[in-house]
């Protein structure tokens, strides 16, 4: 079955460092990846997608790219903040699973930034 | 507009009592899921509703786990004869046709 793979955290960093937090996944289709973001206190939101192959989803200072060779989206920011702080979860929702398309995600992983 | 809203935020239950959540979607989103998000996990995909219709229940953990959208609107998880594993959030999720799926604040479940 699908399953997806995400970088242990927890992860510390000071403010303006580079972040990158890794995410593979397995499945049996054609996925469309995601990446959402769990503030304290707050439900899940998306940050950004990618539909294909190749395909860089970007918002808010972060990018990730589908690498379908590697399996992998993993996801990237130049320059974190203290407003980053959160959980980030790695996602997939599989063509192949039928017309639901429920979203699996990885274990997430705690980022906290500090000023 | 409105978002996924979801009531109760917190629930705490006695082993063996019985529990209902609730989540209103938002307005005009045919489908409707709901995960089980345990500590320090991430969310596992529970059932899906196409309006009224139960699709895909092949995530509910037991028989004890029951879900309702009678009217293709607000739905319901009901679990009965609460376990304390049955401890954890329990998130519900709406989209409009195959667009991307939004998410209510979650009930927290804590079993005694």
């Known amino acids: 079955g699908d399953s997806v793979t995400q970088m242990e955290g927890p992860v510390t960093l000071s403010e303006e460092a580079f972040l990158t937090i890794n995410c593979t996944y397995t499945a049996t289709g054609y996925p469309s990846l995601f990446w959402y973001v769990q503030y304290p206190g707050e439900g899940l939101q998306l940050l950004l997608k990618a539909t294909k192959a190749d395909d860089k989803g970007s918002n808010k200072g972060f990018e990730a790219t589908y690498r379908k060779e590697t399996t992998s989206f993993h996801l990237e920011k130049g320059s974190v903040q203290v407003s980053d702080s959160a959980v980030y979860f790695c996602a997939l929702s599989d063509l192949g699973s039928g017309s639901a398309r429920q979203l699996t995600f990885g274990s997430g992983t705690q980022l906290t930034v500090l000023p | 507009g409105a978002g996924v809203s979801q009531s109760p935020r917190y629930k705490v239950a006695k082993r063996g009592q019985d529990v209902a959540l609730r989540c209103d979607p938002i307005s005009g989103h045919v489908s409707l899921f709901w995960y089980q998000q345990a500590l320090g996990q991430g969310p596992e995909f529970l059932t899906y509703?196409?309006?009224?219709?139960?699709?895909?229940k092949s995530g509910l953990p037991s028989d004890r786990f029951f879900a309702e959208r009678p009217e293709g609107s607000v739905s319901t998880l009901k679990i009965q004869r609460t376990q304390q594993e049955d401890s954890a959030v329990y998130l519900c999720?709406?989209?409009?046709?195959?667009?991307?799926?939004?998410f209510g604040p979650g009930t927290r479940l804590t079993v005694l």
């Open positions: 509703f196409q309006n009224e219709a139960q699709l895909d």
């Open positions: 999720a709406s989209r409009f046709e195959r667009d991307t799926q939004y």
